[in-house]
């Protein structure tokens, strides 16, 4: 990456943040700002960054920022999300989802007619979980039936790691018989190993955080770093053991949400536990602390942006 590639993306950042209200009210969402930039300062356009000439620069910052989207997903489950709407994102998440994977690898097989089984079956893995952010203006639309917009905003948010499984294996598939590991071994190693390191950083981590913020130990400030830090370290505990760094990260903010919003013992049902976000300063969607807990933190949600 070049320092004008780096000077170029963060004037972006930059100046999106500065017009981001205005832009709000408009069709024009945050995504698609940010993909056409990318198109322009991309290969395709000035050539100001380019993976072929910093491959592990710019793979290093597409991981980060997914980990910390994955882990912000994670983090954002709740059962009583999943429970409104007559359980619309529960059906879209269970019963929608794998059949619009198995849908989209069936298509695939005469469109794509080059490529293997488990080939198809991953073109059909990674285009099935949808993103309500490139649809923020319909999504938000007050036209549009609460149902489906509650039901879409909760699946969209989800549906990435619960994903992740049938890509890592399908993944696993492909590369089998040319020097990858199994999909035996990757069952193990990505999903169960993996998984259990992420669910035991992530509860570790949150109770760290609970514990050291209930005795005024660590100002509000740091708080949001050791919140950070967590899925890293989740990330690469996961990369050491040879697993799937990002179901570790997954897992992580899963494990991370439930530990921080159970509350003490001795404390009543309605009690929240400590908020480690400084007070009066904008939320990063996931973490604690949400000014307004009765509507389902989602995708589309602007605390979002903190991580995209």
């Known amino acids: 990456m070049s320092h004008w590639g780096l000077a170029v993306a963060s004037g972006v950042v930059a100046g999106y943040g500065a017009v981001s209200r205005r832009l ?25 960054m380019s993976r072929a000439r910093d491959p592990e620069v710019t793979r290093t910052l597409l991981e980060s920022a997914l980990v910390l989207l994955l882990f912000a997903d994670a983090t954002a489950i709740r059962a009583r999300d999943l429970r409104r709407e007559e359980f619309l994102p529960v059906r879209l998440l269970v019963v929608g989802l794998p059949a619009t994977m198995a849908l989209g690898w069936l298509l695939a097989w005469p469109l794509l007619s080059g ?18 952010a490139l649809g923020q203006q319909a999504v938000a639309n007050d036209r549009v039936p609460a149902l489906i917009r509650g039901g879409l905003s909760v699946e969209s948010g989800l549906n ?27 069952f193990l190693r990505a999903l169960l190993l993996s998984g259990a390191i992420g ?60 530990r921080l919003r159970r509350a ?12 480690p976000v400084q007070p009066g300063a904008r939320r990063t969607r996931g973490l604690p602390g949400d000014a307004r807990p009765d509507r389902p933190r989602t995708r589309v949600d602007s605390g979002r942006t903190a991580l995209r």
């Open 24 to 48: 709000a009210t408009t069709v024009i969402s945050r995504p698609l700002v940010f993909m056409l930039f990318g198109l322009v300062i991309g290969p395709l356009g000035l050539d100001l």
């Open 115 to 132: 490529l293997s089984v488990w080939e198809l079956a991953l073109a059909g893995i990674v285009l099935a979980p949808t993103d309500a």
């Open 160 to 186: 990435d790691g619960l994903a992740l499984p049938f890509f890592v294996l399908a993944l696993a598939a492909a590369g089998e018989g040319h020097g990858h590991p199994g999909v035996g071994e990757t």
């Open 199 to 258: 669910l035991a950083a992530g509860w570790v981590g949150a109770s760290l955080l609970r514990w050291s913020t209930a005795r005024g130990w660590s100002s509000s400030d740091w708080q949001q770093f050791l919140a950070l830090a967590v899925p890293v370290i989740a990330y690469a505990l996961c990369a050491a053991a040879e697993g799937s760094g990002f179901i570790g990260a997954w897992t992580c903010g899963l494990a991370f949400g439930i």
């Open 264 to 275: 003490p013992a001795g404390r009543g049902d309605g009690a929240r536990s400590p908020d």
